[in-house]
């Protein structure tokens, strides 16, 4: 399955979303997830398909879950 770029933007607006609320700097959640900062501030802006390995981790360290059926 190939992610829309309007999904992308989606999900990359929600972690940040989530992450600001939770008072997380992007340094530190990316080195909670392992990867780098860069790569998490593209997620973020939709400019870089996360894959579903990377997306569980971001999830993991937000508590949150990852729903994969829209209403």
Do not use: W, Y
């Not at 992610?3 to 939770?22: H, P, V």
């Not at 569980?56 to 508590?63: D, M, P, R």
């Amino acid at each position: 399955m190939v992610m829309k770029i309007n999904d992308r933007e989606r999900i990359g607006k929600r972690i940040k979303e989530i992450r600001l609320q939770k008072g997380i700097t992007q340094e530190e959640l990316a080195e909670m997830v392992g990867i780098q900062r860069a790569s998490l501030s593209r997620i973020e802006a939709g400019r870089f398909s996360v894959g579903l390995d990377i997306l569980s981790k971001i999830a993991g360290v937000l508590n949150c879950r990852i729903d994969i059926v829209n209403e």
